[in-house]
């Protein structure tokens, strides 16, 4: 039971490029979840899906695109790479029920733009 | 004005003793309440989850929640030097997909 997965760990990039981060998680949860973690500013929330066929912005949503490819797969896409999107990434997921459940979170990628 | 507060530490304790962290947070509609643990360049991990006030025990951790007082802790029991991390609280409004995180606490237990 692998929880959820995030590939790649590690990537750097030049200003201008673009790339996808893969998430994909096995334990049958509706949401999920993507936020970035910068150093004394916490877990900001990028984008989330609160279920399959659905995606809303978060609180840091500019320069990002997301797509729920089905229940288990949520990718985040940086379309053209910028210095300030130098952070780690981190994956979640949840139940998506009731009074908000836990989320679990993926391994994380570290992400330098140069 | 943060919406969920944590002191940043580091929080030293030496080893077998409790380690107390405490987490206050602003918005009267947050419902569920959680800690989390994270190693230095390693992903959060859940600790405890609490819903009512009151505690809850799992293991050498204890959570607490006062919900009048708008506060949530953690207890740690019988530190190890293994527990040294960063603990992060987090707060869900309303079972919606907001989850508040605070920036953390670093605990460092001293052998």
């Known amino acids: 039971n692998a929880g959820v997965t995030q590939t790649p760990k590690f990537q750097v990039l030049k200003t201008g490029q673009s790339m996808t981060l893969q998430c994909a998680q096995d334990?049958?949860?509706?949401?999920m979840y993507w936020y970035r973690q910068d150093p004394g500013m916490g877990l900001r929330l990028i984008y989330y899906?609160?279920?399959?066929?659905?995606?809303d912005k978060g609180e840091v949503p500019n320069g990002y695109n997301v797509s729920r490819l089905n229940k288990r797969e949520f990718s985040l896409r940086l379309e053209s790479a910028a210095p300030s999107q130098t952070s780690v990434y981190f994956c979640?997921?949840?139940?998506?029920?009731?009074?908000?459940?836990?989320?679990?979170f993926g391994n994380g990628t570290r992400l330098t733009v140069t | 004005q943060k919406e969920v507060e944590q002191n940043s530490g580091p929080l030293s304790v030496p080893e077998g003793a409790i380690a107390s962290l405490n987490c206050t947070y602003s918005?009267?509609?947050?419902?569920?309440f959680f800690w989390y643990r994270q190693y230095s360049g390693k992903s959060p991990e859940l600790i405890m989850f609490?819903?009512?006030?009151g505690d809850k025990e799992d293991g050498r951790f204890t959570a607490q929640l006062n919900k009048a007082s708008q506060y949530v802790s953690l207890l740690i029991r019988d530190s190890q030097p293994s527990d040294s991390a960063t603990y992060l609280c987090?707060?869900?409004?309303?079972?919606?997909?907001?989850?508040?995180f605070g920036t953390g606490t670093r605990l460092k237990v001293l052998a």
């Open positions: 918005d009267r509609g947050s419902q569920s």
């Open positions: 987090a707060v869900n409004w309303r079972g919606t997909y907001k989850y508040i």
């Open positions: 609490i819903y009512s006030n």
């Open positions: 899906s609160a279920s399959e066929g659905t995606t």
């Open positions: 979640a997921s949840s139940e998506g029920t009731g009074l908000g459940s836990p989320l679990h």
């Open positions: 334990m049958n949860h509706n949401s």
